[in-house]
């Protein structure tokens, strides 16, 4: 049913606002520690990436220096534009300077709490590519329902972002379920690999010469991936990934699996 996956996988977590700064300092280092347990060699066809909040972006890209495997730090958003009088904004430039590799774009909490939509997701993740960096595009129906209704939803949502980031650009798909962020539980496997599948069958996609990974988020945790990892390439943690020895060992799980 599902397509093969690129040999690449890709795991990461966002912190959100959850954290204060001395927290995730402290989960940082938690993290650490625990992932020096895994070895280099079997983490070697893994990504794995951190994404805090932006006070302590910086802080976090210095701690993930000393780690023996690349840890990609990210960002939550980004501004579309490189620099300019947007106050209060963050500049995907200076992201890219500072050595972010992954940023955020188009969460379902942006999109419904500040207006974001589907064009302006397009904008920031030319502005991520532009900058060098990867786009985590988030993507996802808003009601659960038919497989069918969840594929084409999603076509607009990718369609948007593929137009505007060049063919050649790696980009990576976070798929969540609106309706299952923040639940207890993820969406059933059969109907998140039935939809990937969809998705990888775009036109949009198919057509693309450039990395395309495509990953779960919503609700995602320890024992998910090795039920989906026939069809996706990763996971995308929230909360549940806030505990470092859970992250560890999902990590591990995608690495083994």
Known sequence: MATTPPARRLIGLSTKMYFSQSHNR???QGFLTHLSSITAESLSDVDIFIIPDFVSLTETINL???SPVPIWPGAQDCHWEDSGAFTGEVSPAVLSEVGVKIVEVGHAERRRLFGEDDATVAKKAAAVSRNGMIPLVCIGEQTRG????AVDECQTQVEAVMGGVPSTAEVALAYEPVWAIGASE??????VLRVVEGIRRLDCVKSRRGVTRVVYGGSAGPGLYERLKTGLDGLFLGRFGHDPERF???IREVAEA
């Not at 993820?186 to 109907?191: I, S």
């Open 248 to 250: 560890v060992k999902t």
């Open 26 to 28: 402290e989960v940082t």
């Open 186 to 191: 993820p969406a059933g496997e059969e109907h």
């Open 64 to 66: 993930l220096k000393s």
């Open 146 to 149: 038919d497989i069918g209704v």
